[in-house]
């Protein structure tokens, strides 16, 4: 697993986004699978006592489960985006599939935004799906959904490369439970010395920035 995404490999998929500007002193974390009782709720109160927002990649039929949580991320001004219906990927099914899972959970989850489960889908969803969202990829991935990363070496992974407009991965599931909750609340107090401002990821990125 690569922590940070080689810069060589971004020119090869121009279509989507993989960090942002690194003029200014911004950073985007995000959060895929949720909402997840007891996982969503604790990062929440983290965001909320550093004065932090964030962007939550959200599982349709999570959403449809826990309508309250998902609620209350929008409530507390985060950004949410689709993560498909059943956190499909997209390299395992057919085009027409794939679309209508994606499709599923934009009925719950009105956004823009689109992050495709494992960073895995075609060439050909690609093309489709940058018509109607942006394709939000990372710059970091903090390792917290395995097993055999411990939390220390999960908020080494967070902190280590961070840089201005660091778009930077972390689950809310209950995979991931151990290591984000141990290395949100230690990253925020990092960043935050270093002088990073935690935003959202903007809607239609690819508009903002023509």
């Known amino acids: 697993m690569w922590t940070k995404m080689p810069e060589a490999i971004k020119p090869l998929a121009k279509d989507v986004i993989w960090n942002f500007s690194r003029e200014e002193p911004d950073i985007f974390l995000t959060f895929d699978d949720g909402p997840t009782p007891g996982v969503t709720d604790r990062v929440l109160d983290y965001l909320k006592e550093f004065d932090a927002k964030a962007t939550f990649f959200c599982v349709g039929g999570n959403v ?68 109607r969202f942006d394709i939000i990829m990372w710059d970091i991935l903090t390792g917290d959904w395995r097993k055999d990363v411990s939390k220390e070496e999960c908020l080494e992974n967070a902190v280590r490369h961070t840089q201005n407009g660091a778009i930077i991965v972390m689950h809310d599931s209950k995979k991931a439970e151990r290591n984000v909750l141990y290395t949100l609340p230690g990253a925020l107090k990092v960043w935050k010395a270093r002088g990073f401002s935690m935003k959202t990821i903007p809607k239609r990125v690819s508009e903002s920035e023509d």
């Open 64 to 131: 449809q489960k826990h309508p309250d949580l998902f609620q209350r991320i929008l409530n507390e001004g985060h950004a949410v985006g689709n993560h498909t219906w059943n956190h499909m990927n997209g390299r395992k099914f057919s085009d027409f599939s794939y679309f209508k899972n994606i499709l599923q959970c934009a009925t719950l989850v009105d956004s823009t935004l689109f992050r495709p489960p494992y960073g895995m889908l075609r060439r050909s969803q690609v093309k489709v799906l940058k018509k």
